[in-house]
């Protein structure tokens, strides 16, 4: 079928989900690739990736495409479904012969509680969904088709038997090369990676078991299943022969450091290449590890600390000591590394006490960047479940952001409200930025170079302007 592969638009500024953790309008504008949405895409013929927020597409231009396609596969997930709904009912609106279905954590977990809630959708294709997805697009009978839930001739919802995970992960083609036919690299930036950046995945799946994490609980799994060195380091150099302009790559597995031996493998091979990269990593790599990647051109690792209260971990089951993430934070310090540092409020155990001490944590190791997020009680993950079982959460009022897109604190302890989890955002980043070594460490950085100070003035535009609308959200409350 002619398949169009679309990221809907919805909230100005919003990270629609296609490859961000928490779906949110970002502090910063921040855009990710799409890569749950390229993977498939590269595996069907012909097909077209539509990617609207970051390229401002609006809905009319899309919908004047409507019948160039068969086939339309959307990205959903919990905060963008009732607008990503609206997209497909303008679709067919258009072309009514135009079948469509949803792919992403929200229908993994729930495709029944989906597709009774839109009527318009004609299935989804649940959990690892890539060659789901190719078999529908391939003509394949739908009563056939492993790990689809469809509607069949009498609008009966049908749920096939689950599709194996997949074991063997270089049978997946690169995402890059949908990338380069459909994407404009340009307009993908995050705040702490250089642009213009590539990022995509090396494995899937994530053997910690942090009870918020949405991934491996719902798409990937706690196995970590890696394409082989050789098959990474060929997409790596088809890059640099398509995109000569890339600054950096991004490893965007859930935790690249989960295979230690495969890391330095790659490291060494990226080395010979002479390339600048990052990747996401566990507070607990080995000093040897870091010093290896760091020669062979790491230049970042994004680190989820979450908390700096050591019990607030445990709750979270984060298998992390704070004493070995202040060591690993300082052996990145002494061996140049940069840290982008993401922080959790709000999670099961949290306190006014223990907000002041992962603030003082945060202060203390002093990550080079760092992301405050809200706990988000994804459906499908143990926080969602033991939220609901303990009435932290008001199921009725789930909603994990406002009607701009900015991400609200859903949980409410008896001891802690809402607003008060809410605001302690800002404090946080406040406390951290607004200091005396941290802002001329920033100013420092800006004045060697006149790219980055353009940069930076330009992210504290957008991050007054994301505090001054998050203050209305609190008024709102």
């Keep these: 079928m002619r398949t169009l592969f679309l990221q809907a638009p919805t909230f100005d500024g919003f990270d629609g989900g296609a490859g961000s953790r928490y779906q949110a309008k970002r502090e910063i504008k921040s855009f990710w690739y799409p890569t749950w949405l390229a993977q498939p895409a590269a595996l069907v013929p012909n097909s077209k990736l539509i990617d609207a927020p970051p390229h401002n597409i609006k809905l009319d231009e899309i919908v004047a495409q409507a019948n160039d396609f068969d086939l339309v596969v959307l990205h959903t997930s919990v905060p963008s479904f009732k607008s990503d709904v609206k997209t497909i009912e303008a679709l067919k609106a258009a072309n009514p012969k135009l079948i469509a279905g949803l792919i992403g954590a929200k229908v993994a977990v ?102 918020f994490c949405l991934w491996p609980q719902t798409v990937g799994g706690h196995t970590y299943r890696t394409r082989s060195v050789a098959h990474v380091i060929e997409e790596i150099k088809y890059c640099l022969k398509e995109f000569p302009q890339t600054k950096e790559f991004f490893f965007d597995d859930d935790t690249f450091t989960d295979n230690l031996p495969r890391a ?68 990145c310090h002494d061996l140049g590394i940069a840290i982008h540092g993401t922080f959790i409020l709000g999670l099961p155990g949290e306190t006014k006490e223990t907000i002041q001490e992962t603030i003082a944590f945060a202060k203390r190791i002093n990550p080079h960047t760092i992301q405050v997020s809200l706990a988000a009680p994804y459906p499908g993950t143990f926080l969602y479940k033991q939220a609901v079982e303990n009435g932290w ?54 004045v060697r170079s006149p790219d980055m100070m353009k940069r930076r003035l330009r992210e504290g535009v957008e991050f007054y302007r994301f505090l001054k609308e998050r203050q209305g959200t609190a008024k709102a409350a």
Excluded at 149 to 155: F, K, L, Q, T
Excluded at 298 to 318: A, D, F, P, T
Aim: hydrophobic share 35%; glycine share 6%.
């Design 264 to 331: 330095e493998e790659i490291a060494r091979e990226l080395g010979k290449l002479g390339v600048t990269w990052s990747c996401n990593a566990k507070a607990n790599v080995p000093r040897e590890t870091l010093k290896v990647l760091k020669e062979n051109g790491l230049r970042l690792l994004l680190v989820g600390y979450e908390s700096g209260n050591q019990q607030i971990l445990h709750n979270i089951k984060k298998g992390m000591r704070v004493e070995v993430a202040e060591k690993f934070t300082k052996d």
């Design 110 to 211: 729930d495709a029944a509680g989906a597709m009774a809630q839109a009527p318009v959708v004609d299935f989804c294709a649940r959990n690892e969904f890539d060659f789901t997805v190719k078999d529908v697009a391939d003509g394949k009978p739908m009563s056939e088709i492993k790990g689809l839930s469809y509607r069949d001739a009498n609008g009966t919802v049908v749920h096939n038997e689950d599709r194996e995970i997949m074991t063997d992960m270089d049978q997946l083609p690169f995402v890059t090369s949908v990338y380069k036919r459909d994407l404009e690299m340009e307009k993908y930036f995050i705040g702490y990676l250089k642009h213009p950046y590539i990022s995509f995945y090396s494995g899937r799946g994530c053997k910690s078991r942090c009870t």
């Design 393 to 446: 959460l008001d199921v009725e009022n789930a909603e994990l952001v406002d009607e701009n897109g900015v991400q609200v604190a859903p949980l409410h302890y008896p001891h802690l409200s809402h607003t008060e989890i809410f605001t302690s955002v800002e404090e946080f980043y406040k406390k951290f930025y607004f200091r005396a070594p941290k802002i001329a460490s920033i100013v420092s950085e800006m």
